[in-house]
């Protein structure tokens, strides 16, 4: 009863953040503080990160190591440690990241998009810097960038 006087006197969306961090859940208050930074998906041209089944409050399996949120394009990590990008995008509910034979390959509900098929491209990007996602560790404001143009829209 308390939490709702104290988040209903905030009044603002970012008042309501910086005094309760993420709230997809109830995760015990042991969360003191999170990371954050802007996060654009697309696949063929479609823009992901927006979709209601890969948000925190929308799925059944969300992780407060890397989530998304409905009411903004963030990635946030509220883990104990750092997520790489591959290990965040394995993270997120309907994804699935790996790597084989040095390419990228990542399933998206359902549909596997292998960087081995000549008509597949996948872009990860970090600060409009091309990463290895299994080697870079996410930080507080880095801007995420996965693109995937598989040629099935041509």
């Given at each position: ?123 990860v990007e970090v600060d409009g810097e091309s990463v ?9 404001r880095e801007s995420l960038v996965l693109e995937i ?6």
């Amino acid at each position: 009863m308390q939490r709702r006087t104290v988040l209903a006197g905030l009044g603002s969306l970012p008042g309501f953040l910086a005094l309760s961090g993420c709230l997809s859940d109830d995760h015990g208050g042991e969360i003191e503080e999170f990371e954050r930074g802007e996060i654009e998906i697309t696949i063929d041209g479609e823009s992901i990160e927006s979709m209601d089944k890969i948000q925190a409050e929308h799925a059944d399996n969300d992780s407060i190591d890397f989530h998304l949120h409905e009411f903004d394009d963030y990635w946030y990590m509220e883990g104990e440690e750092r997520a790489t990008v591959a290990e965040g995008l394995d993270l997120l509910p309907h994804f699935e990241y790996e790597r084989v034979d040095d390419s990228n390959v990542v399933t998206f509900d359902g549909t596997v998009y292998d960087e081995r098929d000549s008509e597949t491209t996948i872009t990860v990007e970090v600060d409009g810097e091309s990463v290895d996602p299994t080697v870079h560790e996410l930080a507080d404001r880095e801007s995420l960038v996965l693109e995937i143009e598989s040629g099935e829209n041509d």
